[in-house]
């Protein structure tokens, strides 16, 4: 199973940016999909997530709003996009797959995880 995220960068305070998720050798339409963060010299949190049909989603009270997670499972895609942006947004955002849908995840909960690619927001 591998799952790549792509579509972080530098941008300014307010910007936006449009994150992807790639996956494969999974059936992905089974899964639910979510997205991580782990800022620097913190924890990773979560950030939003999508039950396998796309049908319901569920985000963290610091992006609701602002974020919107969304998925193509014809092209087994796993989307968020980042609206608003702030300083602290800065991190480095994963996807992360579970067969079970929560409103929301502990890290531990999900099975299958991606590289993270940085996000930067400068101020």
């Known amino acids: 199973v591998q799952l790549q995220a792509s579509g972080g960068g530098l941008v300014q305070a307010g910007g936006s940016l449009r994150l992807s998720c790639a996956a494969s050798?999974?059936?992905?339409?089974?899964?639910?999909m979510a997205w991580f963060r782990q800022p620097p010299g913190k924890e990773r949190e979560f950030i939003a997530a999508?039950?396998?049909?796309?049908?319901?989603?569920s985000y963290a009270d610091s992006v609701k709003g602002r974020f919107t997670v969304s998925r193509d499972n014809n092209k087994n895609t796993v989307y968020l996009q980042m609206n608003s942006l702030k300083p602290e947004d800065t991190a480095v955002y994963y996807c992360?797959?579970?067969?079970?849908?929560?409103?929301?995840?502990?890290?531990?909960?999900?099975?299958?995880w991606g590289k993270g690619t940085q996000v930067t927001v400068s101020s």
């Open positions: 050798a999974l059936t992905f339409e089974n899964y639910s």
């Open positions: 999508i039950a396998w049909s796309g049908g319901v989603t």
């Open positions: 992360a797959a579970d067969l079970y849908y929560r409103d929301g995840y502990y890290p531990d909960d999900m099975t299958y």
